[in-house]
């Protein structure tokens, strides 16, 4: 796998807590800066007939094809975790191999944003998790996106305690106002 200069992984304490909308939001603004970015989904798995798929709003904030971001054989129109979405439409597994196989970066990206799917340990594979997924691309950063619930500060505290061995920064997604606190 060509790396960027920087390696982020961006995972959730669960899903729909913001980790697009995080990602996207920090592509545009080291975009503002001149600071080259891409971002990477291995594998989306959406509702059919929404086009507000991960990867088309990770391509618009860093203006890349949609279908880079995330290969189109990687796209699974069932709101199920991916292998799950997979086994749905009777397609072949997923495996994490081929994942991180597939990441592939332009030569001068400083910032790469690699976003998994789910919570921490949502499949995204079937022989791996987001936790997985860090083991194996060693990222520099683990960007661990959280929402204002009850709970939440268990549900982060689990997480990092998952990702020891990785520097984490954790990210408050506030969706109703579009604030994000760190």
Same mark, same amino acid.
């Given at each position: 796998?060509?790396?960027?200069?920087?390696?982020?992984?961006?995972?959730? #304490?669960?899903?729909? *807590?913001?980790? +697009? &909308?995080?990602?996207?939001?920090?592509?545009?603004?080291?975009?503002? /800066?001149?600071?080259?970015?891409?971002?990477?989904?291995?594998?989306?798995?959406?509702?059919?007939?929404?086009?507000?798929? !991960?990867?088309? *709003?990770?391509?618009?904030? #860093? =203006? +890349? %094809?949609? =279908? #880079?971001?995330?290969?189109? @054989?990687? &796209?699974? %129109?069932?709101?199920?975790? %991916?292998?799950?979405?997979?086994?749905?439409?009777?397609?072949?597994?997923?495996?994490?191999?081929?994942?991180?196989?597939?990441? !592939? &970066?332009?030569?001068?990206?400083?910032?790469? /944003?690699?976003?998994?799917?789910?919570? $921490?340990?949502? %499949?995204?594979? @079937? !022989?791996? =998790? #987001? $936790?997985?997924?860090?083991?194996?691309?060693?990222?520099?950063?683990?960007?661990?996106?959280?929402?204002?619930?009850?709970?939440?500060?268990?549900?982060?505290?689990?997480?990092?305690?998952?990702?020891?061995?990785?520097?984490?920064?954790?990210?408050?997604? *506030?969706?109703?106002?579009?604030?994000?606190?760190?």
């Amino acid at each position: 796998m060509t790396r960027p200069s920087r390696l982020i992984l961006v995972t959730g #304490t669960g899903t729909e *807590v913001g980790k +697009t &909308w995080v990602t996207a939001a920090l592509s545009r603004r080291l975009r503002a /800066f001149g600071i080259e970015v891409a971002a990477r989904k291995p594998a989306q798995s959406f509702t059919p007939g929404d086009t507000a798929t !991960d990867a088309a *709003v990770l391509g618009e904030a #860093t =203006d +890349t %094809p949609a =279908d #880079t971001v995330c290969p189109p @054989h990687r &796209w699974y %129109p069932v709101p199920l975790a %991916p292998p799950m979405a997979a086994d749905t439409l009777q397609l072949a597994p997923i495996l994490l191999d081929d994942l991180v196989a597939e990441l !592939d &970066w332009p030569s001068d990206v400083a910032i790469g /944003f690699v976003e998994g799917a789910g919570g $921490l340990c949502s %499949p995204i594979a @079937h !022989d791996g =998790d #987001t $936790l997985s997924l860090a083991q194996r691309v060693r990222p520099d950063l683990v960007l661990l996106v959280t929402e204002p619930v009850l709970g939440v500060v268990s549900q982060v505290r689990l997480a990092a305690r998952a990702l020891t061995g990785h520097e984490v920064l954790v990210a408050e997604f *506030v969706s109703s106002s579009g604030v994000m606190r760190r």
